[in-house]
């Protein structure tokens, strides 16, 4: 019983390991390329 618990539990650590570093990634990715959304927006409404 206390085995399949702690394999339950493992696989619950690593889900949520594995959920925050892929949000992290998209947040680096996304703060990368905010320089150049911002950039696009500003020459948007500058034209």
């Known amino acids: ?3 399949i ?3 339950y539990t493992s ?3 690593l889900s949520i390991s594995e959920i925050t570093e892929l ?3 998209i947040f680096l990715k996304f ?3 905010l320089p150049l959304v911002s950039r696009a ?3 948007k409404y500058d034209l």
């Open 1 to 3: 019983m206390s085995y």
């Open 5 to 7: 618990l702690g394999v």
């Open 11 to 13: 696989h619950i650590v």
């Open 23 to 25: 949000s992290f990634h």
């Open 31 to 33: 703060r990368l390329n």
């Open 41 to 43: 927006i500003s020459l």
